[in-house]
């Protein structure tokens, strides 16, 4: 398992990171998505730790805080040294009914990241994100809240997810006039079947030295190898919860392409899916989430397997996005002079 710097920052992850999103659930949404009790949360956490996974990922949210309470827990019992792991965990969702409950405010943050160090049974949080783009509250009260639980102690590296390239980078423009805690890492879907951030957030992520950590890699459980054209599909979470929203017809297409790569790479369809995000240079950490022990290690299986320039060629163009404004300018107006580019390299 590789370590990889996250942004600009002095923090090493590990190139996997363990998704706890299954922890937890009883009803509604995250019963859908998972009910993983504390045992069986203990042999994933157990066994992503053995693999070398020492990154894991959870939320406030998740499960309304009962996942958090599993994965503070989970690291007790796997006794896992504090220097080892690399815990982040989300502040924005609704915690409560009234409008103080959620969202990005001062109040917000510091009442949840306190309560979030409790149920994680931890004295700090290495990473804490805000996981969502707040409209009622200003950037700069954001920004500030999190310096402050920096300089406390409490947090050592701030994060994002979910938002827009414009807002991270007016973010990161903020925090560096008024000399806050920096943004060192975004939190973004980005799969086969999603590559939407290449279009404007790739792009702002590589200029800023952000680091990319990309939730959902198989498209919600689509490009698990369960999903056929022809109708067959297994068990999964898209049978009770279709989401990420995918275009079904094309990601068809990428399957069967998946498929022939993995015949000639003699790995899964999941292991080449989570391959080729591992093999794009802006990703730092994949998040893998499982409901059990064998669907961990299938996934950690990818970080075994080398994709030649065939395979990439393959996977790039079925999966290509279409054409969109101003990006096709931008090629346009710039072919000779990206020529120049390459030629000087």
């Known amino acids: 398992m590789r370590q990889r710097r996250l942004g600009r920052s002095g923090l090493f992850v590990s190139e996997l990171c363990l998704g706890t999103m299954t922890f937890g659930g009883s009803e509604g949404m995250w019963g859908q998505i998972g009910q993983l009790g504390q045992e069986e949360a203990d042999a994933i956490v157990g066994a992503a730790f053995d693999a070398g996974i020492t990154f894991i990922d959870t939320a406030n949210v998740y499960a309304e805080g009962r996942c958090e309470e599993i994965v503070g827990q989970a690291l007790r019992n796997a006794d896992v ?19 103080n409950t959620r969202g990005a405010s001062r109040g917000h943050i510091l009442d949840q990241a306190q309560a979030s160090l409790k149920r994680l049974q ?15 509250t200003p950037i700069e009260e954001t920004l500030e809240a999190l310096d402050t639980l920096v300089r406390r102690g ?18 990161v423009g903020i925090a560096e ?15 086969l079947a999603g590559r939407d951030v290449e279009r404007e957030i790739v792009p702002m992520l590589a200029s800023e030295g952000i680091g990319l950590m990309t939730w959902s890699p198989l498209a919600g459980g689509f490009l698990s190898g369960k999903y056929r054209r022809d109708g067959g599909a297994g ?66 299986g990818a970080t075994r397997v080398t994709l030649e320039r065939e395979d990439l060629d393959d ?31």
């Not at 008024?178 to 973004?188: E, F, G, K, N, Y």
Request: hydrophobic letters at 45%.
């Open 177 to 191: 006039a008024r000399r806050l805690a920096p943004i060192v890492s975004l939190q973004a879907y980005y799969s």
């Open 235 to 300: 068990e999964g979470r898209r049978a009770d919860f279709d989401f990420p929203p995918v275009d079904k017809e094309r990601a068809y297409d990428i399957i069967d392409a998946l498929e022939k790569v993995a015949t000639r790479r003699d790995c899964t369809v999941a292991q080449a899916a989570l391959a080729w995000l591992l093999h794009q240079p802006v990703v730092t950490s994949v998040l893998v989430g499982a409901k059990r022990v064998e669907q961990l290690e299938d996934n950690v």
């Open 81 to 99: 040294r504090r220097d080892e792991i690399v815990v982040a965990t989300k502040v924005h969702g609704a915690m409560g009914d009234g409008p």
């Open 154 to 171: 409490d947090v050592r590296y701030l994060g994002l997810s979910n938002w827009a390239a414009w807002q991270v980078a007016r973010a």
């Open 122 to 136: 931890l004295d700090h949080i290495d990473l804490y994100q805000i996981h969502g783009f707040d409209p009622a």
């Open 315 to 345: 996977l790039d163009a079925v999966s290509e996005l279409k054409p969109e404004y101003p990006g096709w300018m931008f090629e346009t107006q710039n072919a000779s002079r990206m020529a120049e580019i390459e030629a000087e390299r």
